[in-house]
């Protein structure tokens, strides 16, 4: 079992551009949340989705962003027209089902550098 | 709100002795679940251990352990003999549903 992938690892835009970050959930698992950590901070939850629907995107910004988890493939999470305030760690992490005592799993996460 | 506090940005300890990491959190619900996660220089989140609110039985992982007081809404861990490996940072995080808040953390450092 490979773990919650995410990719890439580091990821370099200028201000402007479009960051993509992909994440593949454990095997099994169809529950994804995305957060994202400043540094010396912990981790701000953004979204959660389950296969093809968002159930809480209450911590992603309102422009900009978007995430989604299609019925086929990874969860992206997109960031359009970056700028420095976007750089940060963005991790990925899924669970097998929602609440209770399952526990996430977490990606290694992206980072996110805007220059 | 549920918000989790970590009171110790750094906290420092001797190789082989013993280390306890604080957090408190605030939250009205009853039922609820706790976790410890670290997340060493490779940025992995691991997870250490975690507590289910409605037992009252502490959480014993190995060398990790948890002091879980519901009343006080306090949630400790302590490490116990100390190894050069558990130098990282600590995140305390509280769960409900799909929700999961975490604390700023706790950097962890271990003298040889």
Redesign the interface.
């Known amino acids: 079992n490979a773990g919650v992938m995410q990719n890439p690892r580091h990821l370099v835009r200028r201000r402007g551009q479009e960051a993509r970050l992909r994440c593949s959930p454990m095997k099994g698992h169809s529950?994804v949340?995305w957060?994202r950590q400043l540094p010396?901070?912990?981790?701000?939850?953004m979204v959660?989705l389950q296969k093809e629907n968002i159930?809480?995107e209450s911590g992603m910004p309102k422009e900009r962003f978007s995430a989604e988890f299609p019925k086929e493939g990874p969860s992206i999470l997109r960031i359009q027209q970056v700028v420095r305030g976007d750089s940060a760690?963005y991790?990925c992490?899924s669970s097998h089902g929602?609440?209770?005592?399952y526990?996430?799993?977490?990606g290694?996460?992206t980072?996110l550098t805007v220059v | 709100a549920q918000t989790?506090t970590?009171s110790q940005p750094e906290m420092s300890v001797q190789e082989a002795e013993t280390v306890t990491l604080s957090c408190t959190y605030d939250t009205s619900e009853s039922d609820y679940?706790l976790?410890w996660?670290k997340q060493p220089p490779?940025?992995?989140?691991?997870?250490v251990i975690?507590q289910?609110a409605y037992k009252q039985q502490n959480a014993t992982e190995n060398r990790f352990s948890v002091n879980f007081q519901k009343a006080a809404k306090s949630f400790s861990l302590k490490i116990s003999d100390s190894q050069l490996g558990d130098a990282a940072m600590y995140?305390c995080a509280y769960?409900?549903?799909?929700?999961?808040?975490?604390?700023?953390?706790t950097r962890l450092t271990v003298k040889p």
């Open positions: 529950h949340y957060y010396e901070e912990g981790l701000k939850f959660y159930i809480d760690a991790f992490a929602q609440g209770g005592n526990g996430y799993t977490f290694s996460g980072r | 989790v970590q679940y976790f996660y490779s940025r992995q989140m691991i997870l975690r289910e995140f769960r409900i549903n799909n929700d999961m808040r975490f604390g700023a953390g």
